[in-house]
């Protein structure tokens, strides 16, 4: 990685409101899940999330390197929001593309309560969503799989 790197670099390639994820992007997004996520979702669940007005995507890429670090992605309903996947690829972490991401979804909370569940073991994770001001407000059981808990956190904007 160039010692230059920096969150700077960083830019929306496509924030799904305005435009539709091409099949290399939805590749992209598998691969960011395949290499950091405990729940990938398999290419045809993505594009069918994509197509949900529901459903928020926003793809980071490094301009620089012309490759996708990570995404996140919100469900928005009237109430509240919910992070239903984030993730970053691991040689990008610890760069500040997390917190590019979390400043992302705190544009589109428009004063709502976000809610997100965390692999309690995903230490990075939860100190991530900790430092953007989450709060732990629950645990859930076996979330993701047999004695794999989750952590429900939220924070309200």
């Not at 390639?13 to 598998?30: A, G, L, M, P």
């Not at 994509?50 to 459903?55: G, S, V």
């Not at 928005?76 to 500040?96: E, V």
């Not at 939860?126 to 799989?145: A, C």
Request: hydrophobic share 35%.
């Amino acid at each position: 990685m160039p010692k230059d790197h920096n969150i700077s670099k960083a830019k929306i390639i496509y924030d799904i409101e305005k435009d539709v994820f091409s099949t290399n992007q939805t590749k992209q997004i598998k691969e960011t899940q395949l290499s950091d996520c405990h729940k990938p979702y398999c290419l045809n669940d993505i594009y069918y999330a994509l197509q949900d007005k529901n459903k928020l995507f926003y793809l980071l890429e490094d301009k620089q390197l012309n490759v996708a670090v990570g995404y996140a992605a919100l469900i928005i309903t009237p109430d509240y929001n919910d992070i239903f996947s984030l993730a970053i690829k691991r040689n990008f972490q610890k760069l500040g593309y997390g917190k590019k991401l979390l400043q992302w979804i705190a544009e589109k909370s428009n004063g709502k309560k976000v809610f997100l569940e965390v692999y309690t073991e995903n230490i990075p994770a939860v100190n991530l969503y900790k430092s953007g001001g989450y709060k732990i407000i629950d645990k859930r059981k076996n979330y993701f799989g047999q004695d794999k808990d989750a952590f429900i956190m939220m924070k309200k904007f």
